[in-house]
């Protein structure tokens, strides 16, 4: 082991000094120009040895997919120019001009994380990042690190969000929406209860035969390529508001996959959260989005919406 380490740092050696001369890039071309970096210099910044990258405590030799050495963190203090890589810097870079692209999650990823493309946004399409704190509490800030002001976000989309995030399932959706490749808005409509007809695709302001309730909806936008641009859930809380009209000596039940789930018997949060994991649901996942050709769109959103009231009755008297 010691002599693969001293192996490994006579290289490093080697390459730093082979790595002065490629500082600049435009060297090869024949242009004096100086580089602007991010330590004026002091490190190398511009790295043509793009083949030795290393992962944690091992350096490899990605083209020929070789190990080269392992290394002993504790021991070993290679130059960060030889022994590490940045994949890619930050690809919106140019939307955060005071932010450095070379950092993760504002440079606290203890409480920020960087979605990689699409977002939560608010109703005027500004990204908001959702954390969790302590005891799971959900945290909501735009990317900058500011706090989200936008109204009507507050009043719609924070609620549905908080609802989800009282469970593991709906936390884990909740990440999804975050890490999202397109933008996720959500809305709530409180104009009523509301009903829809499967079969006949109509909705409904009152209650007929072949009308269920409507909880939730999720509506997708594709881009010219047939990917998904944007998704919009909204979630017809005057719906959720009738269950809970549902007379104390009766019980309003919803039969999902397998089980019976005494759905009035829940708080009205619960409801939805739970909602809120199923839409979220088929906001992120392609394979439960029917404008994408899902042939079984329903299957995930309902095994989480049922994870959900599972998780939420853990002694399992509401969920049979």
């Given amino acids: 082991m010691k002599q693969l380490n001293y192996f490994v740092a006579i290289t490093a050696i080697s390459l730093c000094s082979i790595q002065t001369k490629g500082q600049n890039p435009y060297d090869a071309i024949g242009k004096k120009t100086t580089m602007l970096t991010l330590t004026n210099g002091k490190y190398p910044e511009y790295v043509p040895y793009d083949s030795i990258q290393r992962i944690g405590s091992i350096v490899l030799n990605v ?9 002993d963190r ?84 924070k ?28 809305e709530v409509d409180k104009s009523g209860a509301k009903y829809y007809n499967e079969k006949t695709q109509e909705y409904s ?12 909806q999720t509506e997708s936008t594709l881009n010219e390529k047939g990917e998904l641009a944007s998704t919009k859930i909204t979630i017809f809380e005057g719906t959720i508001d009738k269950i809970k009209e549902t007379p104390k000596d009766q ?45 079984k769109p329903e299957d995930k959103p309902n095994s989480n919406e049922l994870k959900f009231y599972q998780q939420s009755d853990p002694e399992g008297t509401k969920v049979k």
């Fill in 159 to 186: 609620p549905v969000l908080a609802s989800m995030s009282k469970t593991e399932v709906g936390r884990t959706v909740v990440k999804a929406m975050n890490d999202a490749q397109h933008n996720v808005s959500i």
């Fill in 74 to 157: 504790d021991s070993i203090n290679m130059a960060p120019e030889v022994s590490s890589r940045w994949w890619s810097i930050d690809p919106h870079s140019n939307k955060y001009p005071n932010i450095s692209p070379y950092v993760f999650g504002l440079n606290n990823p203890i409480f920020f994380i960087d979605p990689d493309g699409g977002v939560i946004v608010d109703s005027q399409g500004k990204e908001v990042v959702v954390t969790f704190g302590k005891a799971n509490a959900p945290i909501f800030k735009y990317k900058d690190g500011s706090e989200v002001t936008d109204k009507k976000f507050i009043a719609d989309a």
């Fill in 205 to 216: 302001s009152t209650e007929q035969p072949g009308f269920t309730p409507l909880y939730g």
């Fill in 63 to 71: 083209k020929r997919m070789t190990i080269l050495a392992f290394l």
């Fill in 251 to 295: 019980i309003y039940v919803i039969n999902i996959e397998d089980k019976v789930v005494a759905q009035s018997d829940f708080t009205k949060e619960q409801i939805i959260g739970a909602t809120g994991t199923h839409e979220g649901t088929h906001a992120t996942d392609k394979a439960s989005n029917s404008k994408l050709g899902a042939t």
